[in-house]
T-cell receptor, first 114, second 114 residues
Framework: GAGVSQSPSNKVTEKGKDVELRCDPI?????LYWYRQSLGQGLEFLIY????????KSGLPSDRFSAERTGGSVSTLTIQRTQQEDSAVYLC????????????FGPGTRLTVT | AQSVAQPEDQVNVAEGNPLTVKCTYS??????LFWYVQYPNRGLQFLLK??????LVKGSYGFEAEFNKSQTSFHLKKPSALVSDSALYFC????????????FGQGTELSVKP
């Protein structure tokens, strides 16, 4: 079946611009996660959505970062006033809820801030 | 706080030889442990997990991992390495049984030479 999809695959933006990254999780998965992968910081958790519960935003690095999940499915990660240190690969993952379910990752969006 | 350590940045193995990629963890409660693999310019791919039960877990592509509670380790192993196993491997721990963020190690680059 279809996996997690993300768009765009690559995004180049100028410093100070806003960007939106999109994630389509696997159908039926109730949990959705955003992570960031960069050379200096490795893989970092950003935010986690579970059903109708309040999201876990504990990993968002600043208030320039926000995310929403509409209708319990598609999610958008927004970065306002981008900075060069925001350059990274942004990975989305989804999973079932329940005992021990693993997360399935999308191919990522490579963001470059010039 | 949870943490994961992968003490080797790189592991080099000859094709046909056994391989081990090391992982140690620190959690306050029960550990829920995962291994993921990342091929160049791809997202993370799930390999295997330990939730409970048998300490030796088997996963995709002939990989297995041994959970050792006393040593707080979860090393990834394969009896006979293939050149196609060359990739970046990540160990991860999750705090909660039902879901939640993954905390990743820094990754280990596995290189298998013919």
């Amino acid at each position: 079946g279809a996996g997690v999809s993300q768009s765009p695959s690559n995004k180049v933006t100028e410093k100070g611009k806003d960007v939106e990254l999109r994630c389509d999780p696997i159908s039926g998965h109730t949990a959705l996660y955003w992570y960031r992968q960069s050379l200096g910081q490795g893989l970092e958790f950003l935010i986690y959505f579970q059903g109708n519960s309040a999201p876990d935003k504990s990993g968002l690095p600043s208030d320039r970062f926000s995310a929403e999940r509409t209708g319990g499915s598609v999610s958008t990660l927004t970065i306002q006033r981008t900075q060069q240190e925001d350059s990274a690969v942004y990975l989305c993952a989804s999973s079932y809820t329940g005992t021990g379910h693993e997360q399935y990752f999308g191919p990522g969006t490579r963001l470059t801030v010039t | 706080a949870q943490s994961v350590a992968q003490p080797e940045d790189q592991v080099n193995v000859a094709e046909g030889n056994p391989l081990t990629v090391k992982c140690t963890y620190s959690v306050s409660g029960n550990p829920y442990l995962f291994w993921y693999v990342q091929y160049p310019n791809r997202g993370l791919q799930f390999l295997l997990k330990y939730i409970t039960g048998d300490n030796l877990v088997k996963g995709s592509y002939g990989f297995e991992a041994e959970f050792n509670k006393s040593q707080t380790s979860f090393h990834l192993k394969k009896p006979s390495a293939l050149v196609s196993d060359s990739a970046l491997y990540f160990c991860a721990v999750r705090e909660h049984l039902q879901g939640g963020k993954l905390i990743f190690g820094q990754g280990t680059e596995l290189s298998v030479k013919p």
